[in-house]
């Protein structure tokens, strides 16, 4: 089983476009579920349980950021995740070949497979992670190294992402699939600039300054000594 999560907040339309994009043309080979986290935002939640493709609602009554809502869903899943955003859309078999190349290259499921993004040039690789991507599939024994399976370090509020993909190219076990790819929709190419875009301008400064600290430590959540914490 693979768990789609999307974290959201007043995003309904971006939502279900994202969501459709999973269906259409055709729902993936591989068995899914998609949970979706209403951070403090009651009337996306009551669209949510409307909606038959969706396997869990998740209402929280304050807004308490993505990285909460993501570590609130991988520590009750017991499948592989992926950790999705609204403002994204899969493209065709996208799902399906990130999860074909973790039966092949992490059968056990404890490695990390990246999507590739359409929208972006890729001849840069990631500077942090080595990977192209921040949405990744995770398998499940992978997820276990991280502190009772918070797959992002507390401190963060929306942008922490990029420890999973650097400690799985660090142990050798993170990949990038070329058949998975996904589109970015840009709020700045788009026009879709909303609440959540405006809020990530002021909380992405304080999660750069924890990241920055934590790189100069040597730090990444999920490895030593992070565990002895």
């Not at 269906?23 to 409307?50: K, L, W």
């Not at 304050?62 to 493209?91: K, M, P, W, Y």
């Not at 990029?162 to 070329?178: C, D, M, N, R, W």
Request: proline residues 5%; aromatic residues 6%.
């Amino acid at each position: 089983m693979i768990t789609i999560m999307y974290p959201t907040r007043n995003r309904q339309l971006k939502l279900a476009r994202s969501i459709n994009s999973i269906f259409i043309p055709s729902p993936p080979e591989s068995p899914i579920e998609i949970v979706v986290v209403c951070d403090g935002d009651r009337h996306t939640a009551v669209m949510a349980m409307n909606d038959d493709r969706i396997s869990r609602v998740i209402y929280l009554r304050d807004h308490s950021g993505s990285v909460f809502a993501r570590n609130l869903i991988s520590q009750a899943t017991e499948g592989d995740l992926i950790c999705a955003v609204d403002d994204i859309t899969f493209e065709p078999d996208a799902i399906d070949a990130a999860a074909a190349m973790m039966e092949d290259r992490y059968p056990d499921h404890d490695g990390v497979v990246g999507f590739r993004r359409a929208d972006r040039d890729h001849t840069k690789i990631h500077k942090t992670s080595g990977m192209h991507a921040g949405i990744a599939l995770i398998g499940q024994k992978f997820l276990r190294r991280y502190p009772n399976r918070k797959i992002c370090f507390p401190g963060y509020f929306l942008f922490a992402s990029q420890e999973i993909t650097s400690l799985a190219v660090e142990l050798g076990k993170g990949t990038v699939s070329e058949d998975a790819r996904i589109y970015h929709h840009s709020p700045r190419k788009s026009g879709e600039m909303d609440r959540t875009h405006t809020e990530g301008r002021i909380t992405k400064k304080q999660d750069r300054e924890i990241r920055q600290g934590r790189a100069e430590s040597g730090l990444l959540w999920g490895s030593p000594p992070e565990n002895t914490l």
